[in-house]
T-cell receptor, first 115, second 116 residues
Framework: NAGVTQTPKFQVLKTGQSMTLQCAQD?????MYWYRQDPGMGLRLIYY???????DKGEVPNGYNVSRLNKREFSLRLESAAPSQTSVYFC??????????????FGPGTRLLVL | AQSVTQLGSHVSVSEGALVLLRCNYS??????LFWYVQYPNQGLQLLLK??????LVKGINGFEAEFKKSETSFHLTKPSAHMSDAAEYFC??????????????FGQGTILTVHP
């Protein structure tokens, strides 16, 4: 049971390039989330998917798109990377959509540097 | 809107000393509260959470936290620090109801350093 996995672990992009961050979970969870972590700002929610087939914007969605490919996978796409998107990106999942008491389980993160 | 404030971005203690990491929140509805720990170059791991019931919550690695509604606080404590406790700690809050779909609001994080 690997939990939440993310690829790649580290990526360097040039301004304007595109890339997709991949996330998969093997816990049969319904809900999945993408966060970004910046120094002194904690984690901020970019997008989330309450259940397969649905996605919604979080706190900082601009410049990103997501795809809930199936129940296991939730990808984050940067269409035209900007230096302001340099960050550490975390994917998370939780069991029940809309169940606030559920624990979110986090992946190991993707470190992205945009030059 | 929810918000979380962690007092002190850095806390330094000696090995064996009390650890106290402060967290205050604001929420218009009863909150669910969480503490996560992040070791260097790793993801976040749940330490403990408060949902309902007993306001003193015990977590992993000897940590505990007490929900004080009157003070809107959820401070994290450990009686005796260990070198392995050095990490960054995040407090987070979530609405107990509504259509928040589990969205967490995180504090800014507190880096705990433990000196020998």
């Amino acid at each position: 049971n690997a939990g939440v996995t993310q690829t790649p672990k580290f990526q360097v992009l040039k301004t304007g390039q595109s890339m997709t961050l991949q996330c998969a979970q093997d816990m049969n969870h319904n809900s999945m989330y993408w966060y970004r972590q910046d120094p002194g700002m904690g984690l901020r929610l970019i997008y989330y998917s309450a259940s397969e087939g649905t996605t919604d914007k979080g706190e900082v969605p601009n410049g990103y798109n997501v795809s809930r490919l199936n129940k296991r996978e939730f990808s984050l796409r940067l269409e035209s990377a900007a230096p302001s998107q340099t960050s550490v990106y975390f994917c998370a999942s939780s069991a029940l959509a809309g169940a606030s008491r559920e624990t979110q389980y986090f992946g190991p993160g993707t470190r992205l540097l945009v030059l | 809107a929810q918000s979380v404030t962690q007092l002190g971005s850095h806390v330094s203690v000696s090995e064996g000393a009390l650890v106290l990491l402060r967290c205050n929140y604001s929420s218009s509805v009863p909150p669910y509260l969480f503490w996560y720990v992040q070791y260097p170059n790793q993801g976040l791991q749940l330490l403990l959470k408060y949902t309902t019931g007993a306001t003193l919550v015990k977590g992993i690695n000897g940590f505990e936290a007490e929900f004080k509604k009157s003070e809107t606080s959820f401070h994290l404590t450990k009686p005796s620090a260990h070198m392995s406790d050095a990490a960054e700690y995040f407090c987070a809050v979530r609405d107990a109801g509504g259509t928040s779909y589990g969205k967490l609001t995180f504090g800014q994080g507190t880096i705990l350093t433990v000196h020998p």
